[in-house]
């Protein structure tokens, strides 16, 4: 038994998470016709904080673990200054585990070998037309960013323990759909589905051991108009 704490960035959760998504069974989509992407779930370390109103920071240098989210450039055409996970459309010959890594590289500098990949969630199927495949990477601690500002305004690192909070999922019913809106509450934000759909997956299948699904809850307008 390791000394760390559960959510340490740690060997000891780096295994937890990786047996546990061993057992998960992760669902492609069928739809031939869907663009496909992905987005890289990235472990690290808090180090010195989310850097969001509503996380405390740490006083100096920490090894909980942590998730990378970002903040799209303003300038970007599509879904500017929008909660995002590192990712982006697959390129031609390119597999999915290929591309969260590549995207990984582009938009915050950091380099992974795929020795690194423990695995992958559901895919989500968005408004939009997308297919997106959750890629689980290993991180680990000290990992040094250059975030790309043409396409990121800002990278943050949300600790693990912010998405078991008791409030979190927050569920929204909307008229359009027999299914809610899904958030997650980080800090005073609030982050919407598709990118909050599978961060509450992590959660669950990775970080809680359950075979939750994800699949079928609605996004709002402003993420895929």
């Excluded at 990278?155 to 569920?171: C, K, N, T, W």
């Amino acid at each position: 038994m390791s000394d760390d704490t559960p959510y340490t960035c740690s060997e000891y959760f780096r295994d937890e998470v990786k047996a546990n998504l061993g057992k998960f069974n992760s669902i492609e989509a069928a739809d031939p016709q869907l663009r496909r992407a992905s987005v890289a779930l990235v472990i690290a370390d808090v180090g010195l904080g989310a850097d969001i109103e509503g996380i405390n920071n740490p006083k100096e240098w920490s090894s909980d673990s942590a998730i990378f989210l970002t903040r799209r450039s303003a300038s970007l055409r599509n879904h500017p200054g929008q909660w995002a996970l590192p990712g982006g459309k697959l390129e031609a010959g390119e597999t999915d585990v290929e591309c969260a890594l590549r995207e990984l590289e582009e938009e915050v500098g950091v380099v992974i070998s795929p020795e690194n990949v423990l695995g992958s969630l559901d895919d989500f199927v968005t408004r939009s037309g997308f297919s997106m495949k959750p890629i689980v990477i290993w991180g680990g601690k000290g990992l040094e960013t250059q975030i790309n500002l043409d396409e990121v305004a800002s990278l943050h690192r949300i600790p693990v323990s912010e998405f078991l909070r008791p409030d979190a999922p927050r569920l929204t019913k909307v008229d359009t759909s027999k299914f809610p809106v899904l958030r997650m509450p980080v800090g005073k934000e609030f982050i919407a589905a598709p990118t909050a759909a599978i961060l509450y997956q992590f959660r669950e299948v990775c970080v809680l051991g359950r075979p939750t699904r994800v699949a079928h809850f609605e996004q709002p307008r402003f993420a895929w108009e």
